[in-house]
């Protein structure tokens, strides 16, 4: 667990957070890194969508809460740089430990493990809740190999929220097969990983207004190729994202793409080869739960390939169809965390094999096979300013005592913002707006391509059909409209702001 740490594990955490500021790079500037899904908001308020209690599906479920909790005694941006700086530091130190030997077979395994394609791409997704889970992981792993409960060492995915802690609970429990005597334990396992997910299960199952899971968003979130090689083999070599934009550059080239899946076979390969020669490393870390952490990496790439296929996609719409919280599985490619984590220490245990010289070299092999992780993912996490409109938007909002709710038009649930440099990102008035005793109303609707996956929030499926009236959106509770400039007017609503990158409305109520 985190307090049991080797010098090793402190000086593979050292190097996480050199790679992490290599990767981050312009997005450790002044600012908000705002892509995808990732959205950070300066001087964040405590609201029902907090809690899960407003808005689609309760996946910000607690992660918005502690980043607004840290924010109130650091800067919104700051605590996202060490959000992600954090990332890096836990999952290579992670990783690290569970290798015997030196330190440079150790770091082969941090090295890889926070610097590979399944990192890129859900980076540039903006998921780095999840993430903060997969950083995670590898100490969830040592804590169930040395026979303890992994309180601790779930912090990150109980964090990380709903995504993070399905896919550890995934891991964890695949632990227990292949090992005789360790089930009398599984029980306290399964009820801390639940106690642990009690925030966003509860809300989740608790919710008046109820959620809905779109089947459409099976198809919309099936993995996909993002090299040559086919869909399948990209799982294999830890890519495969749904989203084109998430995609690294220079992933389609044949001879990256072929690199990416060799080091994966190789670390593959070594684990397995320590399988068969090593009953227990020495320090009783991995090898003692091998068996397990083999099961729940081939577990999470079957989770990963039941999109590939039409009997897989059917087969998981008939799920959904029957209980909505099996929309979990759509975006399935996130599994594959447990195989990330048993390539990385297979190749540790390979680089273990070898000299000392030929170990420190392997430890670049990662950075030259992922080079488009650099950099801000090659300029992609840069960090911007929010627009002072905003900021004057948002104090007219809060100065108001009239009661009532906001809406965000265009009523699209990803937005791409000069501002921004174009980058698509989840609208972050829904944070930003959402003052003490208001709501932000949002479409959670999301669009892939052709596909449109619908709205989870009852309120928004309502309002979507008032958009044009003022008066009927009174009706529904909204007070104020915020309006990129240059969309939509909307008569018979009062304009309040009018700067170059919104304008905001005030809706007049037609009862006292």
């Not at 918005?64 to 290579?92: E, H, I, N, R």
């Not at 949002?442 to 008032?466: I, M, T, Y």
């Amino acid at each position: 667990m985190f307090p049991q740490v080797s010098r090793y594990g402190w000086w593979a955490a050292l190097v996480g957070i050199v790679l992490g500021a290599l990767c981050l790079g312009p997005g450790l500037a002044p600012g908000y890194i705002l892509i995808q899904d990732m959205v950070f908001v300066p001087d964040p308020a405590f609201s029902p969508f907090t809690f899960g209690l407003a808005g689609g599906a309760p996946r910000a479920v607690p992660s918005d809460l502690v980043v607004t909790v840290l924010a109130q005694v650091l800067p919104a941006s700051l605590v996202q740089k060490l959000v992600l700086l954090g990332v890096f530091a836990l999952g290579c130190a992670g990783a690290a430990l569970l290798v015997p030997g030196p330190l440079a077979p150790r770091l082969v395994a941090g090295v890889f493990y926070v610097w590979n394609p399944y990192v890129a791409e859900r980076l540039l997704m903006g998921q780095w809740a999840l993430l903060l889970g997969y950083a995670g992981l590898p100490w969830v792993v040592r804590a169930l190999a040395r026979g303890r409960l992994p309180a601790v060492a779930l912090l990150p995915a109980a964090v990380g929220g709903f995504a993070a802690m399905i896919v550890t609970a995934v891991t964890a429990i695949s632990l227990f097969f292949g090992t005789a005597g360790r089930w009398k334990r599984a029980g306290g396992v399964v009820l801390l990983l639940v106690a642990f997910s009690l925030p966003w299960l509860v809300t989740a199952l608790t919710r008046a207004d109820g959620l809905t899971g779109d089947p459409v968003g099976v198809d919309a979130f099936a993995a996909r190729a993002d090299g040559p090689f086919g869909t399948v083999v990209s799982l294999l070599s830890l890519g495969g994202i749904w989203n084109a934009w998430a995609v690294p550059p220079g992933f389609d080239h044949p001879v990256t793409a072929a690199a990416r899946l060799a080091l994966v076979l190789a670390g593959l390969a070594g684990f397995w080869t320590a399988l068969r020669t090593t009953s227990r490393d020495p320090e009783g870390e991995v090898v003692g739960f091998g068996r397990g952490l083999a099961v729940g990496a081939g577990v999470g790439l079957v989770i990963a390939c039941l999109g590939v296929t039409e009997p897989g996609r059917d087969l998981l719409k008939g799920l959904i169809g029957v209980w909505s919280g099996f929309a979990v599985l759509r975006d399935a490619q996130q599994y594959l965390a447990p195989l990330a984590l048993l390539a990385a220490v297979g190749l540790g245990m390979l680089a273990a094999r070898v000299t000392a010289r030929w170990a420190a070299a392997l430890v670049l092999v990662p950075l030259a096979v992922v080079p488009g992780l650099a950099w801000g993912v090659s300029g992609a996490l840069a960090a911007v300013p929010y627009p002072r409109s905003w900021v004057e938007a948002r104090e007219i909002i809060g100065a108001d005592p009239a009661r009532g709710d906001v809406l965000v038009l265009p009523f699209e649930s990803y937005r791409r913002f000069p501002w921004n440099g174009g980058r698509a990102v989840l609208d972050p008035a829904q944070r930003f707006f959402a003052v003490p005793g208001r709501e932000v109303v949002v479409n959670d609707s999301v669009r892939v391509g052709e596909l449109v996956v619908g709205a989870e929030d009852s309120r928004a499926k309502r309002v979507a059909k008032v958009l044009g009236e003022p008066r009927r959106l009174a009706e529904e509770g909204i007070r104020y409209v915020v309006v990129d400039a240059g969309e939509q007017r909307l008569p018979g609503a009062r304009l309040v702001l009018d700067r170059p990158e919104l304008r905001l409305y005030a809706v007049e109520s037609a009862r006292p």
